[in-house]
C-alpha cells in the first residue's frame, strides 16, 4: 500500500488537478463566476480535508490519528467497529460520508457527556448539544448547493486513497504472476492477493488489500 506521505501527496496534488477543471465545468453551464468560485472552493476544500484527516486509513493505528491531537479518542470506537481495509472504510461513496457523519455524532455525544458531568459537580449547563445538532443540520438543509459540494468533495478525497491502494494491490499482484520465476510462480501466486475491485464496492466482499 502506499504510506501517509504518498497518499497526502496524492490528496494535494489531484485538488489542484480538480480546482481548473470543476471551475471550467461550472462556468460550461453558465453558473456566475461567483458562485462557481465559490463551489469550487468548497469541494476543493473538503477533497484535502477527507484525504488528510478523514483518511480512510483511520480503520487502524496510523498517522493520520496523531493529527487529530488531543481528539484522537473519538476514532478509537471507529476503529474498533469497522472491518480493518474493508468496503465500510475504504469503499467509493458511502465510507466518507459515514465518517463524516460519525464525527458529528461524536461530537454532540462530546457535548452532552460534558453537560452530564458538569451536572454531576454542581454546574448546570443548557442542553447545548440539543442546539448545536439543530443549528448544524439547519445549516446544511437552508445550503443544499454547499452541502453537496461538501459531500462531493469528502467522496473524491476519500476515493483518490481507496482507488491508489487498489492499484497498488493490482500491481503488487501482477508483478508477482508475471515476474516470479517459473519454479516459485505457483506458490507466490497462491499466496497472492488477488487484484479484485470488489472491495470497493460490496460491503459483504471479504477481499482486503494488503501492505507491502
Sequence with gaps: MPNTPTHDFLTIATSLLMTPSIYSILRTAEIVQSSAVIVTT????????????????LDLDSRIHKR???????????KWCIPHRHFWSHGLILPPILRLGYFFGMMILLIFATEVIARIFGF?????????AKNIIDWFVTHPIITISMALGFI???AVH???DWVVTGGKYL?????VPPGQSARV???????????????????HPDHF
Excluded at 124 to 132: G, M, R, T, V, W
Excluded at 189 to 207: D, E, G, Q, Y
Design 189 to 207: 501466486a497462491r499466496k497472492s492477493v488477488p487484484s479484485s475491485i470488489m472491495w470497493l464496492f460490496n460491503p459483504f466482499s471479504h477481499v
Design 124 to 132: 448546570p449547563l443548557p442542553e447545548i448539544h440539543q442546539s448545536f
Design 42 to 57: 468548497v469541494i476543493v476544500l473538503a477533497h484535502n480535508i477527507s484525504g488528510l484527516l478523514f483518511s480512510p486509513d
Design 162 to 164: 481507496s482507488i491508489a
Design 156 to 158: 473524491t478525497g476519500g
Design 175 to 179: 508483478w508477482r504472476v508475471l515476474f
Design 68 to 78: 487529530w491531537g488531543i481528539l484522537l479518542f473519538i476514532w478509537k470506537p471507529y
